[in-house]
Nanobody, 124 residues
Framework: VQFEESGGGLVQAGGSLRLSCAAP????????IGWFRQAPGKEREGVSC????????YYSDSVKGRFTTSRDDAKHTVYLQMNSLKPEDTAVYYC??????????????????WGQGTQVTVSS
């Protein structure tokens, strides 16, 4: 599955961005979708996960209360609304799936493919 992430950019601390995740040619409606990020020199970390039904959503402690994940199955798109951004949120953001319907927290260990990601830069 080749995901396409978009919506990144440069924003001042305290600002907001909304990221989008789509997979042309792939119906992601049936699968849990996770958001991940990787900052320079750091390992990729899970940020959020939304189940296929949308009924279960998980967030990492570092973004809980600031980020919101949602999905629009009609548009085959998953979103990550990021508010109250901090400089430490600066990273390349990716979406991914294990082609399972449920999340296992924000972790995914069986991702076959990663997209190019979208860069988010938060200035202080």
């Amino acid at each position: 599955v080749q995901f396409e992430e978009s919506g990144g950019g440069l924003v001042q601390a305290g600002g907001s961005l909304r990221l989008s995740c789509a997979a042309p040619g792939f119906t992601l409606n049936y699968y849990a979708i996770g958001w991940f990020r990787q900052a320079p020199g750091k390992e990729r970390e899970g940020v959020s996960c939304i189940s296929a039904s949308g009924g279960a959503i998980y967030y990492s402690d570092s973004v809980k209360g600031r980020f919101t994940t949602s999905r629009d199955d009609a548009k085959h798109t998953v979103y990550l609304q990021m508010n109250s951004l901090k400089p430490e949120d600066t990273a390349v953001y990716y979406c991914a799936t294990e082609t399972l319907s449920n999340c296992r927290g924000v972790s995914m260990t069986m991702v076959d493919d990663w997209g190019q990601g979208t860069q988010v830069t938060v200035s202080s």
